[in-house]
């Protein structure tokens, strides 16, 4: 198998993090992202998946709340609308 080397700049938390994950999981970093390579390869697909900071949970959980509670903006049917709603805000 002939191999070529990617460099790739990452944060060094992350790059620590994911060593200990593959050294845990019996792999080295290396095998685990030639994994992910290979995976993307095949399917033609990137599948990238996020967990929400606590701040992001805090604000959806308080958007909520304020829906239920009709403090919520309304919706506009037109940009026209929408900003004078804003500037009526003072926004």
């Known amino acids: 198998m002939n191999t070529v080397a990617i460099y790739i700049r990452t944060d060094p938390h992350i790059k ?3 060593q200990e994950v593959a050294r845990a999981s019996g792999f080295s970093l290396s ?3 030639n994994a992910r390579l ?10 990238v998946r996020y ?7 805090k604000q ?4 909520e ?3 239920k509670a009709g403090k919520a903006s309304p919706a506009f049917d ?3 609308d929408a900003i004078a ?5 003072g926004i």
């Open 78 to 80: 037109n940009a026209k």
């Open 51 to 57: 967990e929400p900071t606590p701040y992001l949970i």
């Open 31 to 33: 095998a685990l992202l």
């Open 38 to 47: 290979r995976e993307i390869a095949e399917s033609k697909k990137v599948e």
């Open 65 to 67: 709340k304020d829906y």
């Open 60 to 63: 959806l959980r308080q958007a």
């Open 85 to 89: 709603y804003l500037e009526k805000q």
């Open 16 to 18: 620590k993090k994911a």
